[in-house]
């Protein structure tokens, strides 16, 4: 498949290939603190082939993550670990961005790290999201109704730290978590954001938040700043109308096609993400790619979600998209890429069991466990 093996500059980085490990939760860190664990599964991966990594979500600051042992970037203890690992990493050749991520109303108040940080759960509107459920936490709430956020511009700039972060860590540039229903996507859609300010209503308006971070991540970054985007999907209550959705997106790639930024990447409708509230499913299923990509004349079009690597090389062949980003693939095959380039088989079997780690059992189990193909 020699279209996937072909070199590709995405701002000031030229990555090896355009197989990319997508961002994948793991909840595997210490505390919020990258650790050993964790810088064995990147430098498995990058070793394997990867042409560009996104790290796993990285909390910009303290919140009720649904994963407990998610890993963060507003203290010095959490860049230092994220140190070794884009170190480790580029020891290989490979290049790796770091997700930014903020839950918005996905928090939870009874959290550990919640409680410490001594603030809200916040979201764009006081509008809880269905479903769900904390399942570390007693009884296995589910989510509840966030604060308002006053002024958005506070959250902007912690996006801003969080990129400055970043890069004292060491990462070749930044990726906005603007899918699957966290705050940037709350901040888009209509059902999660009644705001009547110059932050909702229209589409314009609700696209403002994500402009504004974006912004921020390149007054840091330059042209080193991603953003991922989830329009059909349904994960954490999101789904607007599709008219609705058709020119939100469409404001919103049309202003970031002006901003010179590294990639966006879509995300396909996927109906295993896609929850089933009261009897149908939450989103809104569409032609991911052929409804939206054209908005993006000057940036690089990342493809996720389902895509496998035979389809990944018509796509990359046709110039349908630059590249692809791959999720289970890399979670079973620490040398997915090499095995593609070799026509090696896909063989290992995910270990569901372990996808999340598992109290009381050694967090490697499912995680850097998996066997690479024989040389």
Known sequence: MPSLFTPLKLGNTTIPNRLGMSALTRNRATNTIPNDIMLKYY??????????????????????????????????????????????????????????????????????????????????????????????????????????????????????????????????????????????HQFLDSTSNHRTDKWGGSPENRARFALEVLKALQDVWGPDVAVKFSP???????????????????????????????????????????????????????DVLATHAAALARTPVFLNAGVAPAEAAELVGSGAVAGVFMGMGWITHPDFARRVERGTPLDNEPDFAHLYGAEGVDPAIGYVDYKEAEN
């Open 43 to 184: 430098t498995q991966r990058a070793s394997g082939g990867a042409g560009l990594i996104v790290t796993e979500g990285v909390l910009i600051t303290r919140q009720g993550s649904e994963w407990p042992e998610a890993p963060g970037i507003w203290e010095q203890s959490q860049i230092d670990g994220w140190k070794k690992i884009t170190a480790a990493v580029h020891e290989t050749g490979s290049k790796i961005y770091a997700q930014l991520w903020h839950l918005g109303r996905a928090s939870h108040p009874d959290a550990p790290q919640q409680i410490a940080a001594g603030v809200p759960v916040y979201a764009p509107s006081a509008i809880s999201a269905r479903g769900g459920k904390f399942r570390f936490i007693p009884g296995a709430p589910g989510y509840v109704t966030p604060t308002e956020i006053p002024d958005p511009t506070v959250i902007v700039e912690q996006f801003r730290q969080a990129a400055i972060n970043a890069k004292e860590a060491g990462f070749d540039g930044v990726e906005l978590h603007g899918a699957n229903g966290y705050l940037i």
């Open 232 to 286: 059909a999907g349904g994960y954490n209550d999101m789904g607007m109308p599709l008219d609705d959705t058709v020119a939100t997106y469409g404001h919103l790639l049309r202003e970031i096609d002006q901003l010179g930024l590294a990639y966006v990447a879509l995300v396909r409708y996927s109906a295993y993400l896609d929850p089933v509230i009261d009897g149908t499913p939450r989103g809104t299923p569409h």
